[in-house]
């Protein structure tokens, strides 16, 4: 068997939420850090010094270097477009932080030059690593909920009531976000919608707004329904002035419910089924072996974790779970739901 080099991976954006997956670097087999940025010097050296990295560095194009073969991109939004661009028509593969970018015209120039160079381009969605959404994906397959009827999902968090004053941070800004909660947390749901049921959204109609949270631009509060290719139905609510999180599948055979990352409900017929995060019995009841909790983001261990899961499918040639054009379509929805709610019109 021929041993390859590892990757040599430049990390942008070190702060936020890569603080809560960094660590993974260190331990994913065929990687190496070769470089970390972030505006902030003392980021980036704490992060090197974490990774053993070869260097650190306050300048994005630093990133571009010969020896760095892939770009993992965790910035503002308004910065996606740019860096991504710059480092495709570098040579480098890039992994992306969702969403995107701001808007579809953006999404479209990182798709042409992921075109121009042939490099790898992914869109890194964590609550993919979770078994449980892998679970529920068998389940709807092979039939154990019947014929799906309803998504629903809300997320919603009340860190926008502090992202205000001196320190404003950057998700104030609609023109750094695309938007406002809307883009920054529907991305998660409207994505596993359609990975769950397997169908592309035909139509959407959307309530949009800023109802508690006067020092931002975009809104606090946005409510989506949606109509799916195979006649199911979705709703998804997103917030940064409430605090809540669920998931569920309706079916006409049972219905399960994810609640606030750690309690699994079920009413039904089905069983028995035997997943990584549930199981059920012969009697159609639900069986948790443990509470299921979402793995932690810098679990390198975790066969889903979409750091490894990109990297894995970039050393074996095969595309990454999330790609480019898929990124693109939940951009695209997002502004549909924007402008319906501006417009009051149904899109499809």
Request: with cysteine.
């Amino acid at each position: 068997m021929i041993a390859h080099p590892p990757v040599k991976v430049a990390l942008v954006g070190c702060g936020g939420v890569a603080r809560r997956y960094r660590k993974a670097y260190g331990a994913l087999p065929g990687v190496r850090v070769d470089l970390t940025v972030d505006i902030n010097e003392d980021e980036a050296r704490q992060a090197g010094k974490e990774l053993d990295a070869a260097r650190h560095s306050t300048r994005f194009e630093d990133a571009l270097a010969p020896e760095v073969a892939a770009v993992v991109i965790t910035t503002p939004n308004d910065l996606h477009a740019q860096q991504a661009i710059a480092s495709l028509d570098a040579g480098k593969h890039v992994l992306l932080q969702k969403p995107m970018a701001p808007t579809v015209d953006e999404c479209d120039a990182i798709l042409a030059a992921q075109r121009r160079s042939g490099r790898t381009l992914g869109i890194y969605m964590n609550l993919l690593d979770h078994p449980l959404f892998h679970d529920l994906r068998r389940m709807v397959q092979e039939g154990y909920l019947g014929k799906i009827a309803l998504f629903s999902a809300r997320l919603a968090h009340r860190g926008g009531l502090q992202w205000g004053g001196v320190d404003r941070n950057w998700r104030a800004s609609r023109a750094r976000t695309g938007g406002g909660s809307f883009i920054q947390l529907a991305v998660h749901y409207q994505h596993l919608m359609r990975l769950l049921l397997g169908s592309d959204v035909t139509r959407v109609q959307a309530f949009s707004r800023n109802v508690a949270c006067p020092h931002m631009e975009g809104d606090d509060i946005t409510l989506a329904q949606y109509e799916l290719s195979n006649g199911a139905l979705g709703d998804i609510q997103t917030a940064w002035c409430v605090q809540e999180e669920h998931v569920s599948l309706l079916g006409t055979r049972g219905s399960i419910h994810y609640r606030e990352n750690r309690r699994i409900e079920y009413v039904g017929e089905g069983g028995p089924f035997q997943g990584e995060a549930l199981t059920l019995r012969g009697d159609g009841t639900l069986e948790v072996t443990e509470e299921c909790i979402s793995p932690e983001w810098d679990d390198a261990k975790n066969p889903y974790n979409q750091h490894r899961r990109f990297f894995e499918a970039l050393l074996a040639g095969r595309p990454p779970d999330v790609t480019g054009a898929e990124g693109r379509e939940d951009v695209r929805l997002v502004q549909a739901c924007y402008r319906v709610a501006q417009g009051g019109k149904v899109q499809s």
